[in-house]
């Protein structure tokens, strides 16, 4: 029989460790990014012979329920890479995945995004989760050229960036935490609605990862030295994560912002294997991340299929159509 076990913190660097060998795995599963969220979370694993063979964390959000916090795009299941008969491999992972979806059944508020990589539900399916499929888009880095990849921009893209040039407008790395924090407020504000980000826990957020070089801002200024969109980039040597991205709309020049991504985008080419877009099912947003080519890449949303997850999700239709018009 399969035992399940709650992994201690003295295990935190062989968790981490083992999440860098899981083909499931990313910086959203590291101790490191989730103290640095300030969230409550915890983790379960399966193992063998004192191998973590399975494992999942589960994480609270801002409403302290069981489901991805803010900046926290991939969570889920995440499974050992290892080599050998790949039938016998996978019908390890189908008794792993039941033993964990029997105890997660028994968490009402489960609801996670996984990771682009797993790519079987069935057993939870079995114990009556239910799956939505959602995108992202991902620039692959490790298969395309630095000028294969500026190929598949569309003409738009490629304008906009000329124009941009044409203007002067000039992209910086490493802005101050204010001049981010300033523009992401002004996207959220032209909305009608606050920044959803506490200004301390941000700072803290940025200043850990900085530390731990897994973070890096960019900014646009026009020619007289205003800063008119930023973004903020996570990374790991897998992937980078477009997760912060702002305009100030009153100031917009065209373009700005599609260079300034053109511009991280040519710095994580080296760095990691992909660039994730951290996507959006938005239509304005979506449309923009899908001209710069990169492969549409389909990630999960499993959920604790009852009535307090249909509440939940009501509400949090209704608030967000309040507090951001959407």
């Known amino acids: 029989m399969l035992?399940?076990?709650?992994?201690?913190?003295?295990?935190?660097?062989?968790?981490?460790?083992?999440?860098?060998?899981?083909?499931q795995g990313s910086?959203?599963?590291?101790?490191?990014?989730?103290?640095?969220?300030?969230?409550?979370?915890?983790?379960?694993?399966?193992?063998?012979?004192?191998?973590?063979?399975t494992g999942i964390v589960l994480a609270k959000n801002e409403i302290n329920t069981y489901a991805n916090p803010m900046l926290d795009k991939y969570l889920g299941v995440l499974f050992l890479d290892e080599q050998g008969n790949q039938q016998k491999i996978i019908s390890k992972q189908y008794k792993y995945m039941e033993t964990l979806a029997k105890e997660l059944k028994k968490i009402k508020s489960f609801d996670y995004y996984f990771h682009p990589s797993f790519r079987n539900w069935i057993p939870f399916s079995w114990q009556g989760f239910t799956q939505q499929t959602?995108?992202?888009?991902?620039?692959?880095?490790?298969?395309?050229?630095?000028?294969?990849?500026?190929k598949q921009f569309h003409y738009n893209i490629?304008?906009?960036?000329?124009?941009?040039?044409?203007?002067?407008?000039e992209i910086k790395e490493d802005i101050p935490f204010e001049t981010l924090w300033?523009?992401?407020?002004?996207?959220?504000?032209?909305?009608?609605?606050?920044?959803?980000?506490?200004?301390?826990?941000?700072?803290?957020?940025?200043?850990?990862?900085?530390?731990?070089?897994?973070?890096?801002?960019f900014g646009a200024y026009d020619k007289n030295g205003v800063c008119i969109a930023?973004?903020?980039v996570v990374y790991d040597k897998k992937s980078s994560y477009l997760l912060l991205n702002g305009i100030d709309i009153e100031k917009q020049i065209r373009g700005a912002n599609t260079y300034m991504l053109?511009?991280?985008?040519?710095?994580?080419?080296?760095r990691c294997d992909y660039y994730d877009f951290e996507g959006s099912m938005l239509l304005g947003v979506e449309q923009f991340y899908r001209r710069f080519g990169g492969e549409l890449t389909p990630y999960m949303r499993i959920w604790n299929d009852n009535f307090f997850n249909y509440a939940k999700s009501k509400a949090k239709k209704i608030y967000k159509k309040i507090r951001y018009g959407r």
């Open 134 to 150: 959602k995108y992202t888009y991902r620039i692959e880095n490790h298969k395309n050229t630095l000028n294969e990849i500026k």
């Open 262 to 270: 053109d511009e991280s985008i040519k710095y994580f080419h080296d």
């Open 27 to 53: 910086i959203f599963s590291k101790t490191w990014y989730l103290d640095a969220l300030q969230v409550n979370y915890e983790i379960l694993i399966i193992e063998d012979k004192s191998i973590i063979k």
């Open 230 to 232: 930023v973004c903020g």
């Open 182 to 217: 300033v523009v992401i407020n002004k996207t959220f504000i032209r909305q009608g609605s606050k920044s959803p980000f506490n200004k301390e826990k941000l700072s803290y957020f940025i200043k850990i990862l900085k530390e731990k070089k897994a973070f890096v801002s």
């Open 158 to 169: 490629r304008n906009d960036i000329k124009n941009a040039i044409k203007e002067r407008v």
């Open 3 to 23: 035992d399940i076990k709650k992994i201690t913190k003295d295990r935190y660097t062989e968790w981490n460790n083992f999440v860098d060998k899981s083909k």
